[in-house]
Structure formats: structure tokens, C-alpha cells
């Protein structure tokens, strides 16, 4: 990999190539810029702006975005390749040097870069730009601003605030302390959200609107304990009226879900510009898919009963069949055994080397069971895979969601709960979710609902609603680490299936499950049959934060000391 420093990143004065998607980004402009002429136009503003949306097609190995990737390395998913950076971190053992965390770190202060050159050079051509072009590009810049920065703070602590293009020669910046970063980012994001449209029209489609910047506000103040702030930010958009649960939770991650109201904000793809692989790498291997990103077994134990109790408690689980009377949003995030899956019996225990192709009715090879690399856990995501995409595993044109209404809600309740503000209103948002995972409405008895107003129960009612709920949109990292719970979430043996020939994959019993969604596994009578993936280590003195890459602070020794251990 490439060694681009923060010092070339901060650099960067010239757009050279500009692809586009779908809807508004597929909007060419005709001429790009002169470098001594930047945006003294609305054509080259709008270059600009698409330019900066661009960058959120940046993606880790396999076309994955580096959002949907994150969960990967937390407890909830594990990343195939072995030795590869993402599994490192993952597992404990990188160091400063590791290329996930150096790439992030470049391709978001390239962002920043590309952010800062139209905040800079618009204002020298204010009268020829049309006020109403003038007032979004200055506020899209700065959101996306806004949320690279949001990013890299909780990715790395302190970074380097840089609110300008800097010469090559001024490029040695410091790091700011973190809560100067955040203070920024809330003040940004005050400032800019009555300046962007409430809805977007049906021709820019991939563009954020003013509810997509309070969502982003209530979570950063979430994430760093701004409760009111971050409950008020969050009612704005429940307010508005502009956004809704879908009906369909299952919709939502699908080429029919595409125009939910549901969806805030979200990456477009097009073949003709640029794709992903979203079922070439979460698929089984009956359709040619490699199941690079997994779920683990603690992600499948994690999902309550329909009676509301974790399965440990729950009179409703059963080992012999553990996938029924379960929530729902288990079947549609993860691929179960013995379910249908991209027209084939989704069958991971070794023993199954025959499955039901639905096509034709007919038994047909395993692979999924035979093959050295098939899903190591014996589950594979369902969430973001679509039979649309059969015909071109690597090609997907599927929509990444960055900001959707349900985390919106939950940001409330959540803020509420631990700004100890809790009502009525708190119950309603949690519900409303619980409500539609189930296909019902809030005032259904057919879903199981919530009713305490004890503040810890309600916190950890939250905490598994967001590990259910939100799997595989990239919260996972984040949370673990703002609860501090990850050091007893990560360590240890990261379980598949169970693999012992004659058990049909099935745990004797229930592990144990915390309050607010961890099994254990330690009281698993055939927990020895049960598939290690991998052993791994999570050192509390170090792991909160991610280095900052080696090669910035060997380029910069400004940006040092590193963050501890590193």
C-alpha cells in the first residue's frame, strides 16, 4: 500500500477525475475547473460538491465501504483474510503500523482536503454563483467536514483540527484535543442545518438533506455524552414529519427499499461508475459469493426470544431448534441454517453435503458444506444481500446506508435515558422499533413491548436494541467503546458453530447472556464442539483508540506522542 501521508492529503489543490453515480452524482458537469479558476461558477461548485461526494465510494478490500466494514472487527463479525489488517485489529495484535487504520486516517483527511478547497475558494467568487447553489455547497462541504471529523475523533482521540487548505510548507500540524474537535462539529453542524433543503428532490437522490445533519448531530453528542444536546437534535427530525419507519425491516437493505422514508442518507452505486460487493462478499458459495464478512455465533445468541428474554431466560428456546420463536431481525440480517438463501438450502454443517437447489427442486452439491473456505462461523449475512444481484456477485449497485430513522430514535431514547430524562417518549421510541421489527404497529400486543421506567434496565433494553437493530451499518465499533465495554465484549475465543459430526450444529444448551446482549459460552456443555475461529486479546491500556499510523508520525513528529501502547 501506498505510503499518502496526511502531508500530501492536506495538499491537494486539483480534482483531476470526477466519477459519478446515480441521480444527482450522475451529473457530469461538462469542463472541469482551471486550477487558477476554481468554483467561480455554479457548474464548478457543483463539480466540487459531487467531487466531495465521491470520496464516500472509497472502500477497504472487496469494495466494501470502511463503514460496513468496521463491524468486523468487533464482536458481533469477523474479516476472512488471514493476517489481513482488518483481522488484526480485530483480534488485538496489530500495532501502529497496521493498513486499515492508515488507510482511514488518509482517506478521510483527503475528504477533509477536498471540504476545505471549496469552503476556501467559493467566498473569491461569491458573485457569480447563484446565492441558493452558493448557501447548499457551503453547507454540504462543511457537513461532510463534520463527519469525517466525527469519525477520525473516535476513531484516534486527538487529531489535527485543520478548518483550511494549507501549503505543503505548513503541513506539520499538531493534534487537538478531541473535545476541541467535537465542539467543532457540534457548532458546524448548529450552524448549517436550516441552510440544506428538508427533503431532496427525486433527481438527487444521494444528496443529505437538513434531518440528515441533526441525525449526525445527535450522534456525535451521543457518542460523547452531550445528552440534551443529542435528545433535542434527534426530536428535530422526529418532529419534522419529512421521515418514518419503514413497515419493512427487511425492505430497507434491498433494491425495493431503496426510496424508504426510512433512509436519511445513503452511498449510491451504478455500474457505470462504481459498485461493491455486497453479495460477493457476505453470499454463500453456492452462488459463486465468498463470505469474506461474517456474522459469529455470539451475534446469532445475542437476539431475544418473541417474548422479549434472552435466550438464557426465555421458556420459549429451544436448542433442538434454536432459530425459532426468535426476533425477527435475526432471519433478516443473518443467513440461518437450513433456511432459504439465494435460492438454495443454506446448510453450513459439514455433514450436509447435499442441498435443496429451490430452482429445481433438486439435491444438488454442497459446496457451502464441502469447501475449505466456506463461511468459518456457518452463518453469513443476509442484511444487504439482494437475488437482483445473482447475475454479478462483484457488481452491486445496492445502496450503503449511513443514516437511517431507526438510530435516530434510538439516539433519543438512549440520551433520555442517560440524561435521566426518561418518559413516556422514551418507551415510544424504543417500541416503535421493537413494533416494526415484529410488522406491527406501536399500539399492537403483537410485539413484545416495553413498559419499564427503571433507568438500568431501559440502558441495557437500548444496548441490545442497537446491537439487533443496527448489525452491519458500522455502530458496533463505536459503541463498545464509548459503554467501555469492550474488554469483556472482545477477548477471548470467537466462536462458529458448533462442528462435531451428529450434532447438526446445535449447542446443548444456552449460554449465558448479559444484560445487555454478551453470551457466554462457559457454561456450554458441548462448548468444546463448538468452532474456535480465533483467540483474541484486547488490551484495555490500549484498544479504545486506534495509532496514529506510523508513517504520519515518522512524516510529522508533530503528531506524537501516538496514543498509548503504540
Not at 232 to 250: C, F, Q, R, T
Not at 316 to 336: G, M, Q, S, T, V
Not at 403 to 415: C, D, G, I, P, S
Request: charged content about 20%.
Amino acid at each position: 500500500m501506498k505510503n499518502i501521508t496526511l502531508k500530501l492529503a492536506i495538499s491537494l489543490l486539483v480534482v483531476s477525475t470526477l466519477f459519478s453515480c446515480k441521480d444527482f452524482l450522475n451529473k457530469n458537469p461538462l469542463s472541469a475547473p482551471s486550477k487558477d479558476n476554481f468554483y467561480s461558477n455554479d457548474a464548478e461548485v457543483n463539480m466540487g460538491v459531487v467531487g466531495i461526494y465521491n470520496r464516500l465510494l472509497l472502500s477497504t478490500d472487496y469494495g466494501l465501504s470502511y463503514v460496513a466494514a468496521l463491524d468486523h472487527c468487533t464482536d458481533v463479525g469477523w474479516y476472512r483474510m488471514a493476517n489481513a489488517s482488518l483481522q488484526t485489529i480485530g483480534n488485538g495484535s496489530h500495532d501502529a503500523g497496521v493498513g486499515f487504520a492508515m488507510a482511514f486516517w488518509r482517506d478521510a483527511f483527503s475528504m477533509i482536503g477536498r471540504c476545505n478547497l471549496l469552503l476556501d475558494n467559493m467566498p473569491k467568487h461569491i458573485d457569480n454563483i447563484t446565492p441558493a447553489v452558493y448557501e447548499r455547497a457551503d453547507a454540504e462541504a462543511r457537513f461532510f467536514r463534520a463527519y469525517n471529523y466525527a469519525l477520525l475523533s473516535e476513531l484516534y482521540g486527538d487529531v489535527p483540527l485543520i478548518k483550511t487548505t494549507l501549503p505543503l510548507s505548513q503541513s506539520s500540524v499538531s493534534r487537538n484535543p478531541k473535545s476541541e474537535v467535537v465542539s467543532f462539529i457540534v457548532a458546524e453542524l448548529e450552524a448549517i442545518a436550516g441552510k440544506l433543503p428538508r427533503t431532496v428532490a427525486a433527481g438527487e437522490r444521494g444528496r443529505i438533506n437538513r434531518w440528515t445533519v441533526y441525525a449526525l448531530l445527535s450522534r456525535v453528542a451521543l457518542y460523547n455524552g452531550l445528552w440534551e444536546r443529542s435528545a433535542a437534535a434527534a426530536s428535530e427530525v422526529m418532529k419534522s414529519g419529512d421521515h418514518a419507519l419503514d413497515p419493512s425491516y427487511a425492505k430497507i437493505f434491498t433494491y425495493d427499499g431503496v426510496n424508504s422514508k426510512e433512509t436519511l442518507f445513503a452511498i449510491q452505486y451504478g455500474k457505470s461508475q462504481a459498485t461493491w460487493q455486497a453479495l460477493g462478499s457476505f453470499g454463500t458459495r453456492m452462488v459463486s459469493a465468498a463470505a469474506i464478512y461474517i456474522p459469529v455465533q455470539a451475534t446469532v445468541d445475542s437476539y431475544e426470544c418473541t417474548d422479549g428474554q434472552t435466550i438464557d431466560k426465555s421458556p420459549l428456546y429451544n436448542p433442538a431448534k434454536p432459530f425459532e420463536n426468535r426476533d425477527p431481525r435475526l432471519a433478516a440480517n443473518i443467513a440461518l441454517p437450513g433456511s432459504e438463501y439465494m435460492n438454495y438450502q443454506f446448510e453450513t454443517h459439514r455433514d450436509s453435503v447435499k442441498c435443496l437447489n429451490y430452482t429445481t427442486g433438486k439435491l444438488v452439491d454442497n459446496i457451502e458444506a464441502t469447501h475449505a473456505y466456506a463461511s468459518f462461523s456457518g452463518y453469513n449475512w443476509r442484511k444487504y444481500t439482494d437475488k437482483k444481484d445473482l447475475t454479478s456477485v462483484t457488481q452491486s449497485e445496492l445502496q450503503f446506508i449511513l443514516f437511517r430513522y431507526a438510530e435516530v430514535l434510538l439516539n433519543y431514547a438512549e440520551a433520555k435515558i442517560e440524561g435521566g430524562t426518561i418518559d413516556q417518549s422514551v418507551l415510544d421510541a424504543i417500541n416503535s422499533v421493537r413494533a416494526r421489527a415484529y410488522g406491527v404497529d406501536i399500539a399492537s400486543a403483537g410485539y413484545p413491548k416495553i413498559t419499564t421506567m427503571n433507568k438500568e434496565e431501559l440502558r441495557n433494553v437500548v444496548r441490545r436494541e442497537r446491537k439487533s437493530e443496527l448489525v452491519l451499518e458500522g455502530f458496533r465499533l463505536f459503541d463498545i467503546r464509548r459503554w467501555k465495554i469492550a474488554e469483556k465484549v472482545m477477548p477471548g475465543a470467537l466462536y462458529g458453530r458448533v462442528k462435531a459430526s451428529g450434532t447438526l450444529g446445535r449447542l446443548s444448551n444456552a449460554p449465558v447472556v448479559s444484560a445487555d446482549g454478551t453470551p457466554s459460552y462457559a457454561n456450554v456443555t458441548n462448548r468444546a464442539d463448538m468452532f474456535v475461529i480465533e483467540q483474541r486479546q484486547f488490551n484495555a491500556g490500549r484498544d479504545y483508540l486506534w495509532p496514529i499510523p506510523k508513517v504520519e508520525v515518522e512524516t510529522n513528529p508533530n503528531l506524537l506522542p501516538n496514543n498509548p501502547g503504540y
